[in-house]
């Protein structure tokens, strides 16, 4: 079978102690440590004023990230076909309906309601955005991140057009996290091309009659960023972003379904 191969022409990155792609390659290079700070999420900029204030970390998340690799790829969002993944969604909002469902009147709010869907985070970029191309929605449990970027790398070659990945996941509160401990929000975005440009800063390729792997995924150095990695599902890819801060030519393996590992190969451009 055909390899697939594909260029990363931008990154968006936020989650604890993390502000953006920026401060986040100075800790993956090992320049600078991680550090274990609550991830800081801004106000969505581009959203209306009304669905703004119904915004929670979900959209927050996912559009900081998604419009940070944009920009760094110069691109603009209105034709930019897009892959959103997540584990598991917004956790503070089914917290929110399963309190409401545990009441005595158990009447959930129309906001709460349409923000419970999985695609909620894609629907409110396409909101902020404009964007009319085709946009989907996954979940793979803790192979989100892998499942999400087989997807996005598929979708760029076969359709030979840039992809948005965007890969997040938000802390649970209790008791809902006794069950699902994930402790912090956090976000990942790529923008993933078909061809080199000038924007490019790495190559990803797959191939298919062996993407899977029966090894263990990648560790990383730094102690905070590798329990990052290790408890967040969405920062399974930061092992890629690793190899790409250090411009490392390898062969990678993260984290995906139960018993296996996704393998690809990374160059730096």
């Given amino acids: ?24 390659q100075e800790q993956l290079a090992g ?3 991680g550090q274990w700070l609550k991830t800081v999420l801004t106000a969505p900029a581009h959203l209306p004023p009304a669905e703004r204030r119904r915004a929670g970390a979900v959209i927050r998340v996912s559009q900081t990230v998604g419009f940070e690799a ?5 691109l603009e969002a209105q034709g930019l076909v897009s892959v959103f993944t997540s584990s598991g969604g917004d956790g503070v909002n089914c917290h929110e309906i399963c309190t409401a469902l545990a009441s005595d009147d158990r009447l959930i709010s129309p906001t709460r309601f349409h923000n419970s869907v999985h695609n909620a985070a894609s629907g409110y970029w396409g909101i ?6 085709t946009s989907t929605a996954l979940c793979a449990f803790d192979g989100s991140f892998a499942a999400g970027l087989v997807e996005a790398v598929t979708q760029a070659v076969v359709q030979a057009e840039p992809v948005l990945l965007v890969a997040f996941d938000t802390d649970y509160p209790e008791p809902l996290r006794s069950a699902r401990p994930v402790p912090d929000t956090f976000g990942l975005a790529l923008v993933l091309s078909p061809v080199r440009t000038a924007h490019s800063l790495g190559q990803i390729t797959l191939h298919p009659a062996h993407y899977l792997s029966s090894g263990v995924a ?5 102690a905070v960023l590798e329990a990052q990695r290790q408890s967040i599902p969405a920062a399974r890819g930061l092992p890629l972003l690793a190899a790409l801060a250090r ?10 379904l139960d018993g296996c590992c996704l393998e690809l190969v990374f160059n730096p451009c």
């Avoid at 902020?128 to 191309?133: H, K, N």
């Avoid at 411009?247 to 995906?256: F, I, K, N, S």
């Fill in 31 to 33: 320049r600078a440590p």
């Fill in 1 to 24: 079978m055909t390899a697939l191969t594909v260029f990363i022409d931008g990154v968006g990155l936020v989650g604890p102690g993390i502000a953006d792609w920026a401060q986040g």
């Fill in 218 to 222: 990648d560790v990383l150095d730094d």
């Fill in 70 to 74: 944009m920009a760094a790829a110069g």
């Fill in 247 to 256: 411009q490392q030519a390898g062969v990678l393996r993260l984290d995906y």
């Fill in 128 to 133: 902020a955005t404009g964007a009319m191309a």
